[in-house]
């Protein structure tokens, strides 16, 4: 099955056409995914220019990650399932559509960079000026937020991209 015969096969099923035909729902879940987007973003430029050296510069990194993380990790969640509801409402406009793919790419690209740069600053013992990894953390701060920045721009242009 290619992925245009499995978007129109799931845009007849009824799950797809209750999502388009509740007049609510569209809206609802764009509105709600739209407000996780702007927690996920908010909590990532706090802790990216807190590594960054920018902001917050009177606490530990630790101090900043373990406050702001959760909110990215849950707002990520709500994101996933909002996603979820818009493309199983509109699968053709989203599954055929190449800034999706990017965007997911970014999303995908924006987590590991959260992985890789956040999860190990929760650790009790560490210490950001002895990472093996210390001179990176400015440049990728900077890069994490052009990736979220790409992320917010994708989202916006999947309704005006075929």
């Not at 099955?1 to 009824?14: D, G, K, V």
């Not at 973003?41 to 993380?69: F, H, M, N, Q, S």
Request: charged share 10%.
């Amino acid at each position: 099955m290619t992925l245009n015969q499995f978007s129109n096969a799931l845009y007849a099923s009824p799950i797809s056409t209750d999502i388009r035909t509740v007049v609510w729902v569209i809206p609802t879940t764009q509105s709600i995914h739209i407000l996780a987007i702007a927690v996920v973003v908010g909590a990532a430029i706090v802790t990216d220019l807190r590594l960054a050296g920018i902001l917050a510069t009177d606490e530990t990194p630790r101090t900043v990650v373990k406050r702001y993380l959760p909110w990215m990790w849950s707002a990520l969640g709500v994101l996933l399932a909002t996603g979820l509801i818009m493309t199983v409402g509109e699968p053709n406009r989203v599954l055929n559509n190449w800034v999706f793919w990017t965007k997911m790419a970014l999303v995908l690209a924006a987590f590991t960079l959260t992985l890789l740069f956040r999860m190990p600053i929760l650790h009790p013992e560490f210490r950001l000026e002895h990472a093996v990894w210390a001179k990176l953390a400015k440049p990728m701060a900077w890069a994490s937020l052009l990736v979220w920045i790409a992320v917010i721009c994708c989202g916006r242009w999947i309704a005006y991209a075929i």
